[in-house]
């Protein structure tokens, strides 16, 4: 299949885009920095922008399903959280129509939810009304935090613990369930080549339930031999200083982010829940991190490049092991887990 695949060059994208190409597919490589794909065997790099009325024109011609990941967690002066996430769904919805594209997999976010305090899941959530409201195949993921490399959380958690302290909202208890990038897409993929998942909002969370602390307990055991004192600080007051101030690296702390630690994700009466399979360990965040023998940090982006000629030759030759199994039951039969197919111990 030719699949198309927005928002190619993030993170998730980068993984997805590996793990389609090593299944035999082509994919079309959208997003709004696409350079790097151009070239590449079996796969097309098409400039798309999420925000404007022209910037989806035509791109998924020639495709036969969708993959939507493209997105922002933070807004800037030109991306709000509803143009380019509601918005953007919306268009690439008529751009499907357009096309003749029925099968469109989205990926939300846990949590997104009309009631929601953060703007970004009410915008997350507003895209998946729109895709609920069309007439496409649509599947609905919403993953938890997401790690692996190239992630966000724990490449900034690691960021922050250059301070001679940890800053933590709250108590710090408030629990994540974090989800191996690996889990994540291969969901995505079995959801593509699965009709049970058409239909199915999922909600993907990691094998653990930890508190916050606990995350950067593995992330200190990994960056640092020296444990920093943690200090509180009241939610409220985090919440004010995201208002006015950068205060953290990259964009760390935004209200969104403040969100994130401290608002559970509410029930999701509406969804499954598929739990996947590999646990958040230090030996796990080690590999990308700091690598035996690296005393240096791999910097983010080179945890996972953007694959050359050759790494893409190597996917197609060397193709890919059995897939984990993933059931689209109901939510009537309660959590249903990526079956053990060995993929964890696999990678
Ligand atoms: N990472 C997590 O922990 C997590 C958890 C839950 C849900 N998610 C969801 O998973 C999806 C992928 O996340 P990620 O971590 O891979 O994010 P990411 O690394 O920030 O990547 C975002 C992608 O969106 C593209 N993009 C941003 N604005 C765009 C625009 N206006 N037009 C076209 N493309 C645009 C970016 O490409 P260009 O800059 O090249 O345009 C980039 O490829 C997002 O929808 C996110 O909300 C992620």
Not at 44 to 66: E, H, N, Q, R
Not at 157 to 186: K, M, N, Q, Y
Not at 310 to 332: C, K, M, Q, Y
Request: glycine share 10%.
């Amino acid at each position: 299949m030719r699949i198309a695949v927005t928002g190619a060059t993030g993170f998730l994208g980068r993984h997805l885009v590996r793990l389609l190409l090593s299944c035999g597919h082509e994919v079309c490589a959208l997003g709004r920095r696409v350079g790097d794909y151009n070239g590449l065997e079996r796969v097309s790099a098409i400039p798309m922008d999420l925000t404007s009325d022209t910037g989806s024109l035509g791109v998924f011609d020639g495709c036969d399903a969708v993959i939507h990941l493209a997105g922002i967690f933070a807004e800037g002066r030109r991306q709000r959280f509803d143009q380019v996430i509601r918005g953007g769904t919306k268009r690439l919805i008529a751009e499907a129509h357009r096309a003749g594209i029925s099968r469109f997999v989205y990926v939300s976010a846990r949590g997104a939810s009309a009631a929601a305090r953060s703007k970004f899941l009410r915008a997350k959530y507003g895209a998946e009304e729109a895709l609920r409201a069309s007439d496409l195949d649509w599947t609905i993921v919403r993953p938890s935090v997401i790690y692996g490399p190239g992630d966000h959380i724990v490449n900034r958690l690691a960021d922050l613990l250059r301070w001679p302290f940890v800053p933590l909202v709250g108590d710090g208890t408030t629990e994540v369930s974090p989800i191996h990038v690996d889990d994540v897409v291969h969901v995505l993929v079995a959801a593509l080549g699965q009709s049970s998942s058409i239909g199915k909002t999922v909600v993907l969370r990691g094998p653990e339930v930890m508190p916050f602390h606990s995350l950067v307990d593995v992330v200190e055991d990994v960056s640092t031999r020296m444990r920093r004192p943690r200090v509180h600080i009241h939610a409220g007051l985090v919440r004010l200083a995201a208002r006015f101030l950068a205060v953290c690296p990259g964009d760390l702390l935004t209200r969104e982010r403040v969100a994130l630690f401290t608002d559970p994700p509410g029930e999701e009466v509406d969804a499954i829940v598929l739990t996947g399979e590999i646990p958040l360990r230090a030996d796990v965040v080690r590999e990308y991190l700091h690598p035996a023998g690296t005393r240096r940090r791999i910097p983010r982006t080179e945890q996972v490049p953007i694959p050359n000629d050759e790494v893409v030759a190597a996917l197609i030759r060397n193709g890919h092991g059995p897939l984990p199994r993933v059931v689209f039951g109901s939510t009537e039969g309660g959590s249903i887990g990526i079956a053990n197919s060995g993929w964890a111990q696999a990678h």
